[in-house]
């Protein structure tokens, strides 16, 4: 029995189609324009080389360049050069390793084995140590088919890759130096844009261009841009940590930087209460003045959040004049919202103090922007944390047992990639590295994943090589060839953050131009056509070796991540409700909390959706996990809002009643022991408060109603023994 109803095909239709051509502007938007074209320079700087010096050989190097920019995490020139380095000197030996046992299959495939799980297993050091894994791994057994039939013929084919990963750190460090805080200032301007995308979607919803759907389309704006804003944040954190602890000269610079990025979490937070509070008076205000005072005042907050994400110059007059425009427009439609709104909507008061925290937010952004020493110092670094190496190694061996998920997916990579080579090898398929190189560049920890990956690279190998065909018919000579891959590169680079079948499109079309410069006997049109059925074999394998080799039990992990979702909902719920009454001896981090809630939810919808998108569980009746995650957002929408609230007096009865009443609805989210679950009369707010504290009312019954359905939701689930 389906728990909700879902919207009808046109309204859910259109909502993704918005949602998607969103995420594509945004992308776009966002790409470092100038950084693909550094990346692609270098790394098509080779194959030019290789044609002028007549040194197929040189296409190798263009290669090891192109990943070693590929594999550049950003973030400090340490940091970068170490990842670009360690990708050249193991990449080297692994080279020298494939090429020079690719004609002793007894020795070649042990080996095949034992590094592309070790590329596999670089996974748990984070997403940029994982595409060095992989690019480590797809280096091997791409070495494998090099024509290297001596020792010397080897060590020159390593020598080469080697100069293609020294030349592309060369270029990053001494000619084409990005500073060190580039990527974290880049990082927070995203996140604000991203603040500017969130409001311009609540002001959509409240101006009738948003398609109708009820709650559903509120869920489906709201889900996609909280995760989205959730995770900008979490990697802007991560980029301005980079720059702090390895640049103590820009510490300042750094402090800055996490002010303007605690501000933004402070207005997305803000937006999020916002939304809670729209979404709940959608019906008594959409459609009228109030809904249309609503809608210009957040459409003018985009515009402010474009400004502050805009600001590239702190002396630049011009652009403090701008942001104090735009920030004077929106406070005149704040002033406009209380005047002719508030006298046909009252109930539009309880959205104003929301809308005032945007403000004085930004207005405290400005100050730090454009006026000396308005930044507060940020805190600093721990002295007792482990270093980054010590820390890699703790993190490595403690994934080496057959229980971690990282090293059994270390273990796939390498069993996919060794059955890749030994069937390449045994049937001397032509250009068979193809094969083996998608492989290891689709098989990810999840079926689920993928699935979708090698749909997406199937298409775009198979588009990128007829691309190729065409282009090389159009070119006639290798020189015409050489320069056309600055361009595509420029492409591939630009293309990583948009669309995996984007990206490999490009991808297809430049390594198949490269190709024909190491072998120019080749027709273009063959090249392609191989590395079009290569392609699609290695797809194939990989989704038979993700399908086969230890697959993953996701409903499990769905039933594991939605109860540490409800664990840490219950922790926030807690102790958010014993801030607000004053009590506590030792108050807790609401923020950090609220973090770990949201983040934990994610984690869990992400599970979901590998559930809902794996082929074999697609029939599954996950409607339980869908309002179980729907249900706790609602809590922490709710959440924010009373957040905004000022602090009970300790001594009153309301402070009493709210601190009991937490650790009621605490216990109904997640029981911590074997006492009795509370009856429904006990989950709604108590007359105390809603007497006394109407402001904390409304937002403590959204939070009560909320938690009623999660028990619902959970005893049907004990009722029905299902497992999500």
Same mark, same amino acid.
């Given at each position: 029995?389906?728990?909700?109803?879902?919207?009808?095909?046109?309204?859910?239709?259109? %909502?993704?189609?918005?949602?998607?051509?969103?995420?594509?502007?945004?992308?776009?938007?966002?790409?470092?324009?100038? +950084?693909?074209?550094?990346?692609?320079?270098?790394?098509?700087?080779?194959?030019?080389?290789?044609?002028?010096?007549?040194?197929?050989?040189?296409?190798?190097?263009? &290669?090891?360049?192109?990943?070693? @920019?590929?594999?550049?995490?950003?973030?400090?020139?340490?940091?970068?050069?170490?990842?670009?380095?360690?990708?050249?000197?193991?990449?080297?030996?692994? @080279?020298?390793?494939?090429?020079?046992?690719?004609?002793?299959?007894?020795?070649?495939?042990?080996?095949?084995?034992? @590094?592309?799980?070790?590329?596999?297993?670089?996974?748990?050091?984070?997403? =940029?140590?994982? %595409?060095?894994?992989?690019?480590?791994?797809?280096?091997?057994?791409?070495?494998?088919?090099?024509?290297?039939?001596?020792?010397?013929?080897?060590?020159?084919?390593?020598?080469?890759?080697?100069?293609?990963?020294?030349?592309?750190?060369?270029?990053?460090?001494?000619? #084409?130096?990005?500073?060190?805080?580039?990527?974290?200032?880049?990082?927070?301007?995203? @996140?604000?844009?991203?603040? =500017?995308?969130?409001?311009?979607?609540?002001?959509?919803?409240?101006?009738?261009?948003?398609?109708?759907?009820?709650?559903?389309?509120?869920?489906?704006?709201?889900?996609?841009?909280?995760?989205?804003?959730?995770?900008?944040?979490?990697?802007?954190?991560?980029?301005?940590?980079?720059? $702090?602890?390895?640049?103590?000269?820009?510490?300042?610079?750094?402090?800055?930087?996490?002010?303007?990025?605690?501000?933004?979490?402070?207005?997305?937070?803000?937006?999020?209460?916002?939304?809670?509070?729209?979404?709940?008076?959608?019906?008594?205000?959409?459609?009228?003045?109030?809904?249309?005072?609503?809608?210009?005042?957040?459409?003018?907050?985009?515009?402010?959040?474009?400004?502050?994400?805009?600001?590239?110059?702190?002396?630049?007059? /011009?652009?403090?004049?701008?942001?104090?425009?735009?920030?004077?427009?929106?406070?005149?439609?704040?002033?406009?919202?209380?005047?002719?709104?508030?006298?046909?909507?009252?109930?539009?008061?309880?959205?104003?103090?929301?809308?005032?925290?945007?403000?004085?937010?930004?207005?405290?952004?400005?100050? *730090?922007?454009?006026?000396?020493?308005?930044?507060?110092?940020?805190?600093?670094?721990?002295?007792?944390?482990?270093?980054?190496?010590?820390?890699?190694?703790?993190?490595?061996? !403690?994934?080496?047992?057959?229980?971690?998920?990282?090293?059994?997916?270390?273990?796939?990579?390498?069993?996919?990639?060794?059955?890749?080579?030994?069937?390449? /090898?045994?049937?001397?398929?032509?250009?068979?590295?193809?094969?083996?190189?998608?492989?290891?560049?689709?098989?990810q920890p999840y079926f689920a994943t993928t699935w979708q990956r090698t749909f997406e690279r199937v298409i775009g190998s198979v588009a990128g090589a007829i691309g190729a065909s065409l282009l090389g018919?159009?070119?006639?000579?290798?020189?015409?060839? =050489?320069?056309?891959?600055?361009? &595509?590169?420029?492409?591939?680079?630009?293309?990583?953050?948009?669309?995996?079948?984007?990206?490999?499109?490009?991808?297809?079309?430049?390594?198949?131009?490269?190709?024909?410069? !190491?072998?120019?006997?080749?027709?273009?049109?063959?090249?392609?056509?191989?590395?079009?059925?290569?392609?699609?074999?290695?797809?194939?394998?990989?989704?038979?070796?993700?399908?086969?080799? #230890?697959?993953?039990?996701?409903?499990?992990?769905?039933?594991?991540?939605?109860?540490?979702?409800?664990?840490?909902?219950?922790?926030?719920?807690?102790?958010?409700?014993?801030? /607000?009454?004053?009590?506590?001896?030792?108050? !807790?981090?609401?923020?950090?909390?609220?973090?770990?809630?949201?983040?934990?939810?994610?984690?869990?919808?992400?599970?979901? $959706?590998?559930?809902?998108?794996?082929?074999?569980?697609?029939?599954?009746?996950?409607?339980?996990?869908?309002?179980?995650?729907? *249900?706790?957002?609602?809590?922490?929408?709710?959440?924010?809002?009373?957040? &905004?609230?000022?602090?009970?007096?300790?001594?009153?009865?309301?402070?009493?009643?709210?601190? +009991?009443?937490?650790?009621?609805?605490?216990?109904?989210?997640?029981?911590? +022991?074997?006492?009795?679950? =509370?009856?429904?009369?006990?989950?709604?707010?108590?007359?105390? %408060?809603?007497?006394?504290?109407?402001?904390?009312?409304?937002?403590?019954?959204?939070?009560? !109603?909320?938690?009623?359905?999660?028990?619902?939701?959970?005893?049907?689930?004990? /009722?029905?023994?299902?497992?999500?």
């Amino acid at each position: 029995m389906r728990l909700s109803p879902l919207p009808d095909p046109p309204a859910a239709f259109s %909502i993704r189609v918005t949602n998607l051509l969103s995420r594509w502007r945004a992308s776009l938007r966002n790409v470092l324009w100038l +950084d693909a074209l550094q990346a692609a320079a270098i790394s098509a700087a080779p194959v030019i080389l290789a044609v002028l010096a007549h040194e197929p050989r040189l296409g190798w190097t263009a &290669i090891a360049a192109f990943w070693a @920019c590929f594999g550049d995490p950003g973030g400090p020139l340490r940091q970068r050069a170490g990842s670009m380095l360690a990708l050249g000197l193991i990449g080297a030996l692994f @080279c020298f390793l494939a090429s020079a046992s690719a004609t002793h299959l007894w020795l070649l495939l042990p080996l095949t084995f034992v @590094c592309c799980t070790f590329g596999g297993l670089l996974r748990v050091l984070g997403p =940029a140590a994982a %595409i060095v894994g992989t690019l480590l791994s797809a280096g091997f057994v791409v070495a494998a088919e090099l024509p290297a039939p001596t020792l010397t013929d080897s060590l020159s084919y390593t020598l080469f890759f080697l100069a293609g990963a020294v030349w592309a750190i060369l270029m990053t460090a001494l000619v #084409w130096r990005r500073r060190p805080w580039k990527d974290a200032t880049h990082a927070v301007a995203h @996140c604000y844009r991203g603040l =500017a995308d969130f409001a311009d979607a609540l002001a959509r919803m409240y101006s009738g261009l948003a398609p109708a759907g009820g709650p559903q389309a509120w869920t489906a704006v709201t889900r996609a841009q909280r995760g989205a804003q959730r995770a900008a944040l979490e990697a802007a954190r991560v980029r301005i940590r980079e720059v $702090q602890d390895a640049r103590p000269s820009r510490r300042a610079r750094a402090h800055q930087l996490l002010y303007l990025l605690d501000s933004a979490e402070d207005s997305f937070i803000a937006l999020v209460a916002a939304a809670d509070l729209l979404e709940s008076n959608a019906p008594r205000w959409l459609g009228r003045s109030a809904g249309a005072h609503l809608s210009h005042a957040m459409h003018r907050y985009a515009s402010v959040c474009n400004a502050i994400a805009s600001t590239s110059d702190v002396g630049d007059p /011009k652009q403090a004049e701008c942001l104090r425009d735009r920030l004077a427009h929106y406070s005149a439609g704040l002033h406009d919202l209380r005047g002719g709104a508030l006298a046909y909507a009252p109930d539009l008061a309880t959205v104003i103090p929301v809308l005032d925290r945007l403000l004085h937010t930004a207005q405290a952004v400005m100050q *730090a922007l454009f006026d000396q020493g308005a930044a507060p110092a940020a805190p600093a670094r721990n002295a007792g944390e482990p270093s980054g190496a010590r820390q890699a190694w703790r993190t490595l061996r !403690q994934n080496l047992r057959f229980e971690s998920d990282a090293f059994r997916h270390a273990l796939r990579v390498g069993v996919g990639a060794t059955i890749a080579v030994a069937l390449s /090898k045994t049937f001397a398929v032509n250009h068979g590295y193809w094969m083996s190189l998608t492989l290891v560049f689709i098989l990810q920890p999840y079926f689920a994943t993928t699935w979708q990956r090698t749909f997406e690279r199937v298409i775009g190998s198979v588009a990128g090589a007829i691309g190729a065909s065409l282009l090389g018919l159009l070119l006639s000579t290798p020189l015409s060839v =050489a320069l056309a891959v600055l361009p &595509i590169a420029l492409g591939t680079f630009a293309a990583r953050t948009i669309h995996y079948a984007l990206f490999t499109f490009f991808l297809t079309s430049q390594f198949v131009l490269v190709s024909h410069i !190491q072998q120019p006997e080749i027709y273009e049109p063959m090249l392609a056509a191989l590395r079009a059925f290569n392609s699609v074999l290695g797809g194939i394998l990989a989704l038979l070796v993700g399908f086969l080799v #230890w697959p993953e039990k996701e409903p499990r992990q769905l039933a594991g991540a939605l109860a540490r979702a409800l664990s840490r909902h219950a922790d926030y719920a807690l102790a958010l409700t014993r801030e /607000k009454s004053g009590g506590g001896d030792a108050p !807790q981090d609401i923020v950090a909390l609220r973090r770990l809630a949201c983040l934990s939810a994610d984690n869990a919808e992400a599970s979901l $959706q590998r559930l809902q998108q794996n082929p074999v569980h697609r029939d599954r009746n996950v409607d339980t996990a869908v309002n179980l995650l729907n *249900a706790m957002r609602r809590i922490t929408a709710a959440g924010t809002v009373l957040e &905004i609230q000022p602090v009970l007096p300790a001594a009153s009865p309301a402070a009493s009643a709210l601190r +009991d009443y937490g650790a009621v609805l605490a216990h109904a989210l997640h029981p911590q +022991d074997e006492a009795p679950a =509370a009856d429904a009369r006990a989950l709604g707010v108590p007359a105390a %408060i809603s007497a006394a504290e109407p402001a904390l009312a409304a937002p403590l019954e959204r939070i009560a !109603q909320q938690t009623r359905n999660i028990r619902q939701l959970r005893e049907r689930v004990q /009722k029905d023994g299902s497992a999500t």
